[in-house]
């Protein structure tokens, strides 16, 4: 029952936002009482907290398996983009930024795990595509990792990135791409094009 609970809040959350979702509408989305939810959950804040954490742990194993594939450090890269859109539901009504504000101490757990697991992940990327001179041999890896980290949380700020403006899938591809151009070769150029250019047929 918890996790069935917890699968309908996510979605929930995730499609309208922390806020608007209440404990009413969660039951009636499952066909429970309310009562159900408050035997596995004692209030909104660990169901929230439990969704996020769940999200984040199914994220992670999901890029990790990408990882493992072994591809090219630029399709990598947009491999895991298209599979993290694919499980945020484009991020419509731009669950990051109401979870810091209504829920700030869950955000700053949250930031942290992402930093870390971002980090890794990203200084990994680069070194592996210095190694298939896929990326240019004079860049920092260390300072690569951490202003990627830093681009993708400024574009969710709908203050600066408005969504009628920014589609968030758009909105990610323009900034994967603003990322990759900085750092390619010749040789990952060619390889950035073709990608491009076979996501836009």
């Known amino acids: 029952m918890k996790e069935k ?9 995730l499609e309208r936002g922390f806020k608007s979702i209440t404990m009413d509408d969660i039951a009636n989305e499952i066909g429970i009482s309310k ?6 959950y004692s209030n909104k804040t660990s169901l929230v ?12 194993d999901g890029i990790d398996l990408i990882i493992a594939m072994d591809k090219n450090a630029i399709e990598e890269l947009y491999e895991i983009k298209k599979y993290v859109m694919s499980h ?20 700053k757990s ?8 971002m980090h890794k992940c990203v200084l990994s990327n680069v070194e592996r595509g210095l190694e298939q001179e896929l990326f240019r041999g004079n860049i920092d890896p260390e300072f690569i990792a951490r202003i990627y980290f830093t681009g993708m949380n400024s574009i969710k700020d709908q203050n600066i ?9 758009k909105l990610m591809d323009s900034f994967l791409e603003y990322h990759l151009r900085g750092i390619v070769t010749p040789k990952g150029k060619k390889i ?10």
């Open 49 to 60: 907290e439990d969704c996020v954490m769940n999200k984040f742990c199914h994220l992670s």
């Open 88 to 107: 945020l539901n484009d991020e419509k009504s731009s669950p990051q930024f109401q979870l810091m504000k209504y829920y700030p101490k869950i955000h």
């Open 192 to 201: 950035l094009n073709l990608i491009i250019n076979s996501n836009q047929l």
């Open 35 to 40: 009562k159900t939810i408050y035997s596995e």
């Open 110 to 117: 949250l930031k942290l795990m992402q930093f870390e697991k």
């Open 5 to 13: 609970i917890r699968d309908a809040a996510s979605d929930l959350f």
């Open 161 to 169: 990135f408005p969504l009628p403006l920014f589609p968030v899938s």
